[in-house]
C-alpha cells in the first residue's frame, strides 16, 4: 500500500539577500521627542495658554 504514497518533499526556499535599511537604527529617545514636537505644535495652534 505504500507503493501507492506519493512522498513529497518541501521546496527549496530562496535565500533572501539582507534588507539594508537607508539610515541606522534610530535612537530610543527620537519617538518621545517627535511625541512631544507635535504636542506643542498643537498646543501653540490651539492658541497656547490664553487667560481665559
Do not use: Y
Amino acid at each position: 500500500m505504500s507503493d501507492n504514497v506519493i512522498k513529497f518533499r518541501r521546496p527549496e526556499k530562496k535565500s533572501e539577500p539582507p534588507v539594508k535599511k537607508p539610515r541606522g537604527p534610530l535612537p530610543g529617545w527620537v519617538p518621545f521627542a517627535a511625541l512631544l514636537v507635535v504636542a506643542m505644535v498643537v498646543f501653540f495652534v490651539q492658541g497656547g495658554s490664553q487667560p481665559t
